[in-house]
Structure formats: structure tokens, C-alpha cells
């Protein structure tokens, strides 16, 4: 602070006008695009930077040390981009805070969008890291997020789910015990 009180005033304006077009330089060349894709016991990311072409892809366990090794991956300056699976929503929440932004997309909009084809891990977290990449670069919605609902919300669907889920079968539970019954007492 000493080197800009020194300064001319019209100079320390310049002065700052550099620093802060320093920082939106240093801002972008840290700026990454994770793509996630997820599974029960593990996920693979790809990891990709505004500056280079070069990707990065990682492969970590769903424990507690396979999330701390991805969490010293990410920072403020890291966007996401998961497809929407069963485990998506409660993943996200273990780390939505720890990064700029996070996006869900949906599976059917990945397909039409060209992500889906050849399916490895790799090549589809490659893929959403680059869709990822061209979206936030070009300023341009390509895929648009699934809205990540609160937990509350989160809960009540899934009790709807499992109570759906019991009542059919119920439901086939007393058609077999039917048919059981008709074919021990035929009414001829």
C-alpha cells in the first residue's frame, strides 16, 4: 500500500485498473470444468481447464477418503456438470458449497444434446466436462439444470416413491393369491 500512496493519483487509478485486470487474468486461467459421471460405489471426473486443452480424469470411491481426495480437486474457481441419476442429488449436496457452481442435467437433454454414444466412464465424464466448458466459455445455455430440490422436498418423494412402490406390490401380491385360488377351486 506504501508503493500506491507514493504514487500520483491519475497513477495509482491506472494502477489499480492493471491490478484488476491482472486478477480477472489470474481468475481465468484457474477457472476449471469438472465433468462427473456417477455411480454407486465410485465416480469418475474429468478435469479440464479454460486455458488448455489438456484433460485430467480421476476415478474415486463414494468413502470418506475417496471425497476428501476429490474435495482438494475443487475450489471456488470449479464448475460441475453431474447427470441426473439416484444419487445425484444427495452427492451434489456434499459439495455444491465448496465449488462456483454446479449443474444437473438431464439424461434425456444429454442424449439429444450428442453426450451419450460410446459409454465409459471416461469418455463420459470427458464429454460433460467439455459440454460444461463451451457453455460457461460461450455464455450460451446449452443445457439447462435440473432444479435441485431441498431436502425436505427430497425426502417426501422418495416416501411417495416407496409407498407407490408397496402398493403395487400389494396389488400383485392379491392377483397371485387369486390366481392361486382359481386354479385350486375352478367354478365350472
Known amino acids: 500500500m506504501v508503493l500506491l500512496q507514493s504514487l500520483p493519483r491519475i497513477d495509482v487509478w491506472k494502477y489499480t485498473a492493471f491490478l484488476s485486470n491482472l486478477e480477472l487474468f489470474i481468475m481465468e486461467d484457474i477457472m476449471k470444468f469438472v465433468g462427473i459421471d456417477l455411480h454407486t460405489n465410485r465416480f469418475t471426473c474429468c478435469y479440464l481447464s479454460d486455458n488448455s486443452k489438456e484433460k485430467q480424469?480421476?476415478?474415486?470411491?463414494?468413502?470418506?477418503?475417496?471425497?476428501?481426495?476429490?474435495?482438494?480437486?475443487?475450489?471456488?474457481?470449479?464448475?460441475?456438470?453431474v447427470e441426473a441419476t439416484i444419487?445425484?442429488?444427495?452427492?451434489?449436496?456434499?459439495?455444491?458449497?465448496?465449488?462456483?457452481?454446479?449443474?444437473?442435467?438431464?439424461?434425456?437433454?444429454?442424449?439429444?444434446?450428442?453426450?451419450?454414444?460410446?459409454k465409459t466412464d471416461k469418455l463420459d465424464a470427458a464429454k460433460l466436462a467439455e459440454k460444461l466448458k463451451a457453455q460457461v466459455i460461450s455464455g450460451v445455455e446449452q443445457i439447462v439444470p435440473v432444479t435441485i430440490a431441498p431436502k425436505e422436498i427430497r425426502d417426501l418423494r422418495?416416501?411417495?416413491?416407496?409407498?407407490?412402490?408397496?402398493?403395487?406390490?400389494?396389488?400383485?401380491?392379491?392377483?397371485?393369491?387369486?390366481?392361486?385360488?382359481?386354479?385350486?377351486?375352478?367354478?365350472?
Do not use: C, W
Open 87 to 118: 444419487y445425484t442429488f444427495s452427492f451434489v449436496a456434499l459439495f455444491k458449497d465448496l465449488i462456483k457452481e454446479v449443474i444437473v442435467a438431464n439424461t434425456y437433454q444429454l442424449k439429444s444434446v450428442g453426450i451419450a454414444g460410446k
Open 57 to 81: 480424469t480421476e476415478t474415486f470411491n463414494l468413502d470418506k477418503k475417496g471425497l476428501e481426495s476429490f474435495y482438494s480437486t475443487i475450489d471456488k474457481d470449479t464448475y460441475v456438470l
Open 158 to 188: 422418495a416416501l411417495f416413491a416407496a409407498y407407490r412402490t408397496l402398493r403395487k406390490e400389494i396389488g400383485q401380491t392379491k392377483n397371485r393369491i387369486h390366481s392361486l385360488d382359481l386354479f385350486d377351486n375352478p367354478k365350472m
